[in-house]
């Protein structure tokens, strides 16, 4: 058992109750920001390479042995999840001191941010389905307050919609996890994984299977279940809008494979063909809807639908080359999306608008920003050598390993027309002469976190194959269940 387990969890919530007590010191809020964020990097950068050494690590909960108490759970999945959140996490923080430019906005801003943060790491760590209940009302109350505290209207009806998709998937989540502990009498995950094999073909559990998959499609926004995501995240202020696109909807793909891969392991072949047909409906639908967008950032919203379509496509091939492809593609999109929501915030600031038509002439105004905006771009087309190229080739691979062929040419269709909408905004906003429309140049410290997005981008398609490596792994280990189960129970 290692005590580095509960530090991901502890450390943004510890500091989101300090910063709560230090609002009336700027300073002190700042310096407890950068050192905590920086501090919950390192923490879950340190325990990715404990897992890669040691294998699957454990935390009981005050000393209670699974699965009768509360147990933290970290494999290469866990690890690389809260990993890709912490630097996603560290770029808005560093955007929000100057995107929000009323200490009184930070105020609010950075404790539920800290909140917000812990509810992910705990959402990736936690080893029951009650305690990632918990976890997801911790994000969605978190996100909320967020999304609706600078009172803009959209902003408000956003929250609703919101708010809305929370209380309808909880009311699932919960009416599931009631089902399973019904006939399992357990809600630890490993526990579940080992009492459900007998029950496998009862009608129960195929019932609960198909509510978790509404449950965390709907997070992620899955199709039919997407209603909510273009105006929650074309509304948010961005660091929001890049912590949604880039991890938030990630916690909803993390646990349909959690539980597919761990618990409901035998009905794998039962529900493929419903996943992967919503997967293609999902990228085809959300490709459509971005090509039809004159504003930027519900252009990048829609883009996200689409990009989880390419995701749970991996997912749903349920081999260990898909998983893998899947695993990588989350990576690299939640890098390259955040990037570009960021980008879009930068927009905002210097026009007051992220309306396609009302910008232009960006190439003369910072070619800095159009070169990180390229490279952005770019990547999230798939072309190389950044690391949207890889992931797209590693999904199409795994697709042909699997005779998944009609997919595949379904996801190459849409990526055409990815490049099509991406490179035409990005036409629009750079190259297009904007002559009348006045400018506010925003500070260029935002452009720091957008370039540090870029070129992560550039850098995991430079150096994709140790990721790549790392990301197969953690799929091998998935379709190993039983190392999660022994580590777990074993250690009662």
């Not at 801003?109 to 800290?114: I, T, V, Y």
């Not at 996890?177 to 526990?191: K, S």
């Not at 072309?383 to 699997?402: D, R, T």
């Amino acid at each position: 058992m290692t005590h580095l387990l509960v530090l991901p969890f502890i450390l943004p919530l510890g500091t989101a109750i300090l910063l709560l007590l230090l609002r009336p010191y700027k300073l002190a809020r700042c310096v407890t920001i950068c050192i905590s964020g920086l501090m919950t990097l390192w923490v879950n950068i340190s325990l990715l390479f404990s897992i890669q050494d040691h294998g699957i690590q454990i935390y009981r909960l005050g000393g209670w042995a699974p699965p009768f108490g509360i147990v933290l759970v970290g494999d290469l999945l866990s690890g690389l999840m809260i990993v890709l959140g912490s630097i996603i996490s560290v770029c808005a923080l560093f955007y929000s001191f100057d995107y929000l430019e009323q200490d009184d906005q930070q105020q609010i801003f950075h404790p539920l941010f800290f909140f917000l943060w812990a509810g992910t790491n705990g959402a990736f760590l936690t080893g029951d389905l009650f305690n990632l209940f918990v976890m997801f009302e911790i994000m969605l109350m978190s996100v909320y307050a967020l999304l609706t505290m600078l009172g803009d209207k959209k902003q408000i009806e956003g929250g609703i919609k919101l708010i809305s998709m929370g209380l309808l998937s909880s009311v699932m989540f919960l009416t599931a996890v009631g089902g399973i502990y019904a006939l399992c009498g357990t809600l630890n995950m490993a526990d579940l994984a080992v009492k459900i094999k007998p029950h496998i073909d009862h009608p129960l559990v195929s019932a609960v299977a198909m509510l978790l998959i509404a449950v965390f499609g709907l997070k992620a926004a899955m199709m039919p279940m997407h209603f909510w995501l273009p105006d929650v995240h074309s509304s948010a202020p961005t660091p929001i809008s890049a912590m949604l696109s880039g991890i938030l909807i990630k916690v909803g793909v993390y646990a349909l494979i959690r539980v597919f891969c761990l618990i409901f392991v035998d009905l794998q072949d039962y529900f493929q063909v419903f996943i992967i047909t919503l997967a293609c409906i999902t990228m085809f639908v959300g490709g459509m809807g971005a090509v039809a967008q004159g504003d930027f950032k519900r252009q990048l919203a829609y883009s996200s639908v689409s990009q989880v379509g390419y995701i749970l496509l991996g997912v749903g091939f349920f081999t260990v080359g898909g998983m893998g492809a899947a695993l990588f593609y989350t990576i690299s999109h939640g890098i390259i999306k955040s990037g570009l929501f960021m980008a879009a915030g930068f927009l905002k600031k210097m026009r007051g608008t992220t309306e396609l038509a009302r910008h232009g002439s960006m190439i003369k105004i910072s070619p800095v920003f159009s070169l990180f905006l390229l490279i952005g771009v770019a990547a999230l087309g798939g072309i190389p050598p950044a690391s949207g190229f890889f992931m797209k080739f590693q999904l199409v691979k795994a697709g042909f390993e699997g005779g998944f062929y009609l997919p595949i040419a379904i996801a190459l269709v849409v990526s055409l027309f990815t490049l099509f909408y991406l490179f035409k905004s990005w036409q629009q906003i750079c190259c297009m002469e904007q002559e009348e429309a006045p400018i506010k140049m925003p500070s260029r410290n935002l452009l720091i976190p957008v370039g540090i997005l870029a070129l992560l981008a550039l850098a995991l398609g430079f150096g994709a194959s140790p990721v790549i490596d790392l990301t197969q792994a953690a799929a091998e280990q998935l379709f190993a269940p039983e190392q999660y189960i022994t580590a777990v129970l074993g250690a009662r």
